[in-house]
């Protein structure tokens, strides 16, 4: 089979920005054909840090572009003081959730500070084919712990649940989703997934003990669920 190739049609591309502590990066999307579409982007921040556990963060939503058009989806920035390896990623899906477009840019931390890995990221690039496309290792081995989140009370339990799965080691080829969505009256709804199935839920608080709380029974229900998976995956190769 061929290689697909990406940004033929619709250009993923991302733009950096230098400032006096951070840079700055613009999601940008580009039409090239006479025709109006809707898209959806998705728009995500890996870090690893010195032991290569990988967190992710990301924003995604549906857009439409007219014919020709080039507009600018969103925009993240990252401190230059951050010791982490930082991966920038963006990816432009059509109405079947097939990937159309996509762009990336790695940062690396030398001499105290971050900086581009390649500093042509500063330059449009050409098409990407799917191969050359493909995250590096270390982005594909381990599971993430993905943050779509919405006030501080939602950041906070992120952090709170990240920090208890990186403290009890947790390795996983799978992805932990924590979602944020509006709930009843003023309070939102706090969800925890792995593969689109609900292992915990709860209507937010801003009190610090109770989202600790949370997030460690939480974290103890995704174990047992991966557990769970494991013990499956076990006794079916024992079948055969």
């Given at each position: 089979m061929s290689a697909q190739f990406y940004n033929k049609e619709y250009v993923a591309k991302i733009y950096v920005k230098k400032e006096s502590e951070f840079f700055t990066f613009a999601a940008?999307?580009?039409?090239?054909?006479?025709?109006?579409?809707?898209?959806?982007?998705?728009?995500?921040?890996?870090?690893?840090?010195?032991?290569?556990?990988?967190?992710?963060?990301?924003?995604?939503?549906l857009?439409?572009?007219?014919?020709?058009?080039?507009?600018?989806?969103?925009?993240?920035?990252?401190?230059?003081?951050?010791?982490?390896?930082?991966?920038?990623?963006?990816?432009?899906?059509?109405?079947?959730d097939k990937p159309v477009g996509q762009d990336r840019i790695e940062l690396i931390y030398e001499n105290g500070y971050q900086k581009?890995?390649?500093?042509?990221?500063?330059?449009?690039?050409?098409?990407?084919?799917?191969?050359?496309?493909?995250?590096?290792?270390g982005y594909i081995m381990d599971g993430l712990v993905v943050e779509n989140t919405l006030t501080k009370a939602g950041r906070d339990?992120?952090?709170?649940?990240?920090?208890?799965y990186y403290n009890r080691g947790i390795q996983t080829k799978k992805n932990i989703v924590i979602e944020e969505v509006p709930g009843r009256m003023r309070s939102t709804r706090i969800s925890v997934k792995i593969n689109d199935r609900l292992l915990w839920q709860f209507f937010s608080q801003p009190k610090k003990s109770f989202l600790?709380?949370?997030?460690?029974?939480?974290?103890?229900?995704?174990?047992?669920?991966?557990?769970?998976?494991?013990?499956?995956?076990?006794?079916?190769?024992?079948?055969?």
């Open positions: 940008t999307a580009e039409n090239l054909t006479p025709t109006d579409i809707n898209l959806k982007y998705d728009f995500s921040v890996y870090s690893a840090d010195k032991n290569n556990n990988v967190s992710r963060s990301n924003q995604t939503d857009f439409f572009l007219k014919a020709n058009e080039k507009k600018v989806l969103s925009t993240v920035a990252v401190n230059y003081s951050i010791e982490d390896k930082i991966t920038i990623v963006l990816v432009l899906y059509d109405k079947d581009l890995a390649n500093e042509e990221a500063l330059v449009p690039q050409a098409a990407i084919s799917q191969d050359q496309a493909a995250p590096q290792d339990f992120y952090k709170y649940f990240y920090s208890e600790q709380s949370m997030a460690i029974t939480a974290l103890d229900r995704c174990i047992a669920h991966l557990q769970q998976l494991q013990q499956q995956k076990d006794n079916t190769l024992t079948r055969y």
